[in-house]
């Protein structure tokens, strides 16, 4: 199995990304998902967690409000939607299939005027 990250960027302080953590070779809609990012010098951190369902999710406190992760079944694929973005949110970002220990190969993720 394989995850694949797509929709980073360049983008200004105040606007949106919209990430997608596709996979292939397995059903991602069995698992739960979590998105994380890692900004230079700094360690990986959990931003979201989506159920196997969709119907709850996670976000650690510094992008409640702002990021909304969602799943499309037929697609075989998660999404991270990213609004109102601040310099603070310029990372890696990662998503992960815990139990079965697959993470995409990242997307970078940089918010500068």
């Known amino acids: 199995g394989q995850l694949v990250e797509a929709g980073g960027g360049l983008v200004q302080p105040g606007g949106s990304l919209r990430l997608s953590c596709a996979a292939s070779g397995f059903t991602v809609s069995s698992y739960g998902v979590t998105w994380y990012r890692q900004a230079p010098g700094k360690e990986r951190e959990l931003v979201s967690g989506i159920t196997r369902s969709g119907g709850s999710t996670y976000y650690t406190d510094s992008v409640k409000g702002r990021f909304t992760s969602s799943r499309d079944h037929a697609k075989n694929t998660v999404y991270l939607e990213m609004n109102s973005l601040k310099p603070e949110d310029t990372a890696v970002y990662y998503c992960?299939?815990?139990?079965?220990?697959?993470w995409g190969q990242g997307t970078q993720v940089t918010v500068s005027t």
């Open positions: 992960k299939v815990p139990r079965l220990g697959y």
